[in-house]
């Protein structure tokens, strides 16, 4: 097709790029107006609390003047991050919220993009337009994309400092630099402490010595920004509290029904800064972690029955540790080893990354926006020429990404029979991740007899 008609497949490359950006615009436009953004609400109001000289652990719904995130039914708040995190909200709380719901999405979508164009560049595809067109069409149209601006979540801003981070790593480069920007990765989403281990595996001393420098430099600003109680607090009280119960809680923890009922305006409404919206603007698959499965479930009943105090994070400790020790016997036995170039290394911590989301017992739909940046490889991988075991690899990851990009049975409730649904649907995101997995570990497991990847561009348009 490239060959007959370069000029006309690019140009509807282009367009239709271009109309999935407006889609998206469109999109934006919608939650702002119409969504609480429920998972930005708890970050805004963590940092409302701090200039209102309260607590962001506790639920501010009885203060005077009240604050609310519009959906907390706890005395406890729903923001989960150490109290660095809440003092980085301090300064968008003294925008009003309508304003920040929009700057907030908008620095979202840059981050993505950016971490898409340093992988672009990593593999040499920044100018080969069929790839960075058919990258940017696939972010646009990924429905994970919609679930993560509608909930206004922070993973694109993890994700550009993971990338960043990984990119350094790849090309040997600022070693230091790449942990430091790990463990501020680390600050904003826990579990990608889990790399932690990797980094052993694969003796990146430097970049350990770079995360542990990062991890004293974000403590030292956590005491002088937040004060020592405030992270004796953390550590000691709320910490051990949202490992257990997340943002949920028991009974006795629960405002009171009345307070709650007083403040919401109708049935599936609710009031943020005098504005009313619906909790949230569609329904979604949300679970993309293996700790949540049925049988992960009966594992954590059976860790709950023996006095266990938080069964899933040691449900997570367990799957983790599986991964990790299959990597490890590959890695050791000489089976997995990346070659050494850039392209090969960035695969290898893909890998970790999609592992670590696997793993982590609060990963949501919304982080796969992390399996974005498997594009640029995938893409331009099906532009090179490989043996049938890496097209195969290509085949397992583009299935994986493509089946994550399809929108869910809620939006197409015809999308799958009730038979499939029961058994696929709902858990559709974890089969995605085992696919993308698979699909790393077998590209990898040929990595000895490969060359470096060079991408083939599509015929020149200009003849």
């Known amino acids: 097709m490239f060959d007959s008609h370069p000029r006309s497949v690019k140009l509807l490359l282009y367009v239709l790029v271009a109309l999935a950006l407006l889609r998206v615009v469109g999109f934006v436009v919608t939650f ?115 679930t993560f601006l509608e909930r206004g979540q922070i993973d694109s801003i993890t994700l550009l400092l993971v990338t960043l981070g990984i990119t350094l790593m790849s090309r040997k480069r600022r070693s230091g630099v790449a942990g430091i920007l790990i463990a501020l990765a680390t600050l904003l989403k826990l579990h990608t402490l889990l790399v932690v281990p990797y980094l052993v595996l694969r003796k990146q001393w430097r970049v350990l010595a770079g995360y542990a420098a990062g991890a004293v430099l974000i403590v030292v600003l956590s005491l002088v920004f937040c004060g020592p109680r405030a992270l004796q607090q953390y550590v000691t009280v709320e910490f051990p509290r949202i490992s257990r119960f997340g943002e949920w809680g028991t009974d006795d ?56 105090p938080s069964p899933q994070t040691a449900a997570s400790v367990i799957v983790f540790g599986a991964f990790l020790g299959v990597l490890a016997v590959l890695q050791w036995s000489g089976a997995l080893a990346p070659s050494g170039t850039p392209q090969h290394e960035f695969v290898y911590w893909q890998l970790v990354l999609v592992i670590i989301i696997m793993s982590a017992p609060l990963t949501w739909v919304m982080n796969t926006v992390w399996l974005l ?52 649907g709902r858990d559709k995101y974890v089969l995605v991740e085992l696919l993308v997995a698979a699909g790393l570990v077998l590209w990898l497991l040929q990595v000895r007899s490969n060359v470096p990847i060079r991408h083939e561009r599509p015929p020149s348009t200009s003849r």
């Open 32 to 146: 702002g107006e119409e969504s609480l953004q429920m998972d930005f609400s708890a970050f805004y109001t963590a940092g409302e609390a701090l200039n209102a000289g309260l607590s962001p652990y506790r639920n501010p719904i009885t203060a005077t003047p009240v604050i609310w995130d519009g959906v907390d039914l706890f005395q406890h708040s729903r923001f989960l991050y150490p109290p660095l995190v809440a003092t980085l909200f301090q300064p968008v709380a003294l925008v009003p919220s309508h304003v920040a719901k929009y700057l907030w999405m908008i620095v979202s979508l840059v981050a993505l993009f950016a971490s898409l164009h340093l992988v672009l560049r990593l593999f040499g595809a920044g100018g080969n337009g069929v790839v960075t067109g058919l990258t940017a069409l696939v972010s646009l149209t990924f429905h994970p994309l919609l």
């Open 253 to 308: 923890m629960r405002v009171d029904p009345a307070i709650v009922e007083s403040l919401q305006p109708g049935e599936g409404l609710t009031v943020k800064d005098g504005r009313v919206y619906p909790r949230e603007y569609f329904r979604f698959v949300s679970n993309a972690s293996l700790v949540r499965l049925p049988v992960m479930r009966r594992i954590q009943s059976l860790l709950s029955s023996v006095g266990f």
């Open 373 to 424: 940046t498997l594009l640029p490889f995938t893409i331009g991988g099906l532009f090179a020429s490989h043996p049938l075991a890496k097209r195969i690899s290509l085949v397992l990851i583009s299935v994986g990404l493509l089946v994550a990009a399809v929108a869910d049975h809620y939006a197409f409730p015809l999308l799958l029979p009730p038979a499939v649904l029961g058994s696929i």
